[in-house]
């Protein structure tokens, strides 16, 4: 921030003394967080993976940091909240006087016109600035690398867009059905340019769903990355709806297909240079190829069915994520409610923790919908509900189901997700 002071950006390095010495010395906490909700506090604690210690969280906005600054030593990178704050920069201008050259300072609040944004990270000279609500993706992709301090990194993650690998613990657990929808109400609500990728280059059905005939190159991009360019994905892109394409194909069963990891890894990055998401139909358990997707996937999605064997599946692909993205895996129940099946409470204790999302039964609606190449989110409230806090998770924007929202909440969202 420029005052005539020095900027908000930069805060003292207590740790070495200086112009803090009288305010305290210690080892500096690596983030320090004041937020004023429950929710952002869960977000950066899921979002983030730091050592015991150098997280400090704290309820309270950007005037009881400044207050509690004056007395206490400044971590590396400061996280502030301006929500509900009468006049937040001057907020922001209290924290000019107790931060000196060294410390990052990242705000989050409830504005999302773009201006502000620009006000903040451009003339008050902020890290970053986030519109709430604050995801455990969002903590991961916007601010992680802040905590890096290392400016390749943070404009890397900034470009490319975020990878969702939705993965069915076991057949017929009707992940593609989630994939499908997922991608659907994602480009609906945060308006980003979104890529429905069908791994399974035999038998996949996200084309039928969609009343789409699948391309013939998908394989071929697989095979034979040296062969992938723009204008080879320009003819293998399906295009469904304004802002959703797919990639998929259609192998005849008696083909063998042979995707390397070459291939899967450099389509992957190509889709996330041309979208803000990329939703992965992934085939289970995943050949060698097919973990170069989910090694790129900063969301995986597990799909289980109310059965024994669900349970058992559910817990034994936990085991195969990368350490990392295990972090933001989630599990969805599907077909909660399924005559015969097993209750939500007999699920939860199977898991040893509840879902992190459940999809009820819908036995007319999916099959029909499937039937007619008609995506059944056009036509269920209960779907779009259902699937609105995973949407929610992974755009950061709510989804009509939760609340509405405002049109340029949606076009902010659409840029803060590019």
């Not at 975020?162 to 991608?183: K, P």
């Not at 989910?294 to 995986?300: G, K, S």
């Not at 936990?318 to 939500?344: H, S, Y």
């Amino acid at each position: 921030m420029r005052t005539e002071q020095r900027p908000v950006h930069e805060a003292p390095d207590i740790a070495r003394g200086g112009a803090a010495e009288g305010r305290g010395a210690g080892r500096r906490a690596q983030l320090l967080a004041f937020v004023t909700d429950e929710e952002s506090e869960a977000a950066l604690r899921g979002g983030l993976n730091l050592p015991s210690g150098q997280l400090q969280l704290r309820r309270g906005h950007a005037l009881v940091a400044a207050a509690m600054l004056e007395r206490e030593p400044a971590p590396e990178t400061l996280l502030v909240d301006i929500s509900g704050l009468a006049d937040p920069l001057g907020a922001l201008e209290a924290l000019a006087h107790v931060c000196t050259p060294d410390v990052g300072v990242i705000v989050i609040g409830e504005r999302t016109d773009i201006g502000f944004y620009r006000q903040l990270t451009r003339d008050l000279m902020i890290a970053e600035y986030l519109a709430k609500p604050i995801t455990r993706d969002l903590a991961a992709r916007l601010v992680a690398p802040h905590l890096l301090r290392d400016a390749g990194q943070v404009a890397a993650a900034r470009r490319s867009g975020q990878v969702v690998a939705v993965c069915g613990v076991r057949g017929g657990s009707g992940a593609t059905t989630v994939a499908v929808n997922l991608a659907l109400q994602m480009a609906d609500v945060a308006r980003g340019h979104v890529a429905l990728l069908d791994l399974h280059l035999r038998g996949g059905t996200a084309g039928l769903m969609l009343g789409v005939q699948a391309s013939t190159g998908l394989r071929v991009a697989l095979e034979d990355p040296e062969r992938v360019d723009s204008l080879f994905l320009d003819r293998v892109v399906i295009p469904i709806e304004e802002r959703l394409r797919l990639i998929a194909a259609d192998e005849p069963l008696e083909s063998a297909p042979a995707p390397t990891e070459e291939g899967v890894r450099r389509l992957v990055e190509m889709l996330q240079q041309r979208f803000n998401q990329v939703v992965i139909d992934m085939p289970m358990p995943p050949g060698k190829a097919e973990r170069a997707a989910l090694d790129m996937a900063r969301h995986v999605v597990l799909v289980m069915s109310p059965d024994v064997a669900g349970i058992r599946d559910a817990i034994a692909a936990r085991k195969l994520l990368p350490a990392e993205g295990a972090l933001r895996a989630m599990t969805v129940l599907n077909r909660a409610g399924l005559p015969g099946g097993l209750t939500l409470k007999l699920v939860e204790q199977g898991l040893g923790a509840a879902p992190d999302l459940v999809i009820p039964d819908l036995p007319q609606l999916l099959p029909r919908a499937a039937n007619l190449g008609q995506p059944a989110l056009r036509q269920s409230v209960q779907l779009r509900r259902a699937l609105a806090p995973l949407t929610r998770e992974i755009t950061a924007v709510r989804a009509p189901a939760e609340g509405a929202g405002s049109w340029l909440a949606r076009q902010f969202a659409r840029w803060r997700a590019a």
